[in-house]
């Protein structure tokens, strides 16, 4: 059996669909494209993907993962090109690589996220931030199904600074630009959990709501504050396989 890893996209309008939404695409672009998948046992079996970590609803995302397992071999990029010519323009797979490791989902440890706050000034975005930064913790609250929870949004924040304006703004209007690095912990701290630590501390309130989208995720580097690319461990591994497979033809005997 084999596993392949694949990166896509939530884009534009596409931003908006929810996960079970894109589940259904998905299996729909895996019938399309004829992909030989495996399948669960039991009564009502299943295609046995695996989705790692999804975004919420109405964020848009460049960095969402998923592996599939196949009953036939079949090259990545191929495939990757076949299930993104089945799937609509937003959903993009823009990466695949074969998996050659285990534990794709405890890679990502960590999401790095653009926050743009149309018609908020950037000096008062910055002032924000400071205040965010600088505070040693930040109580939120969320709505969950038992009632509000309220949670300290400050130490999942690896990072949190603003960014130049953009220079391509459809009006005039101010604009603010955040860059965002957060651990996944639990409970999951969310950018609008961030979004609503900036209220908190600095009462910065974006009077339209921000357009949120997830740059990538990976391995928390906790150093240097980097998240590095979660299926770079694939690669390598197959790279390293291809180069042993060509030094074992080069000393097999003529």
């Known amino acids: 059996m084999q596993r392949i890893r694949l990166r896509y996209t ?10 079970r939404d894109f589940q259904r695409a998905f299996e729909r672009a895996l019938r399309r494209a004829e992909v030989p998948m495996a399948y669960s046992a039991g009564f009502t079996p299943h295609p046995k993907v695996s989705y ?12 969402e993962y998923l592996e599939i397992a196949l009953t036939a071999a ?10 993104d010519e089945s799937l609509p323009t937003g959903l993009d ?5 074969e998996a050659r490791t285990s534990g794709l989902a405890d890679r990502l440890t960590a999401s790095v996220w653009e926050l743009r706050l ?33 949670f300290d949004a400050r130490p999942a924040v690896v990072r ?29 701290v969310r950018p609008d959990d961030v979004l609503s630590g900036l209220r908190a501390v600095a009462d910065l309130a974006p009077p339209v709501p921000a357009a949120v989208t997830r740059l990538a995720q990976g391995l928390l580097d906790e150093e240097t504050g980097a998240v590095t690319d979660p ?4 690669r390598e591994a ?11 033809a080069a000393k097999a005997p003529a």
């Open 10 to 19: 939530k884009r534009g309008r596409l931003r908006f669909t929810s996960h």
């Open 52 to 63: 790692a970590n999804a975004a919420p609803t109405g964020t848009g995302s460049e960095a």
């Open 74 to 83: 079949r090259e990545p990029e191929k495939l990757r090109l076949l299930l």
């Open 93 to 97: 797979i823009v990466d695949a690589v």
């Open 118 to 150: 149309d018609g908020v000034d950037p000096a008062d975005a910055r002032r924000a931030v400071q205040a965010f930064n600088t505070a040693e913790s930040v109580e939120v609250q969320r709505m969950t199904k038992n009632g509000v929870r309220t």
């Open 160 to 188: 949190l600074e603003t960014q130049s304006e953009m220079a391509d703004r459809p009006t005039d209007q101010p604009c603010a630009i955040l860059r965002l690095v957060v651990r996944h912990v639990t409970p999951a």
């Open 231 to 234: 299926l770079a461990p694939d």
């Open 238 to 248: 197959a790279e390293a396989f291809s180069t042993a497979d060509a030094t074992a």
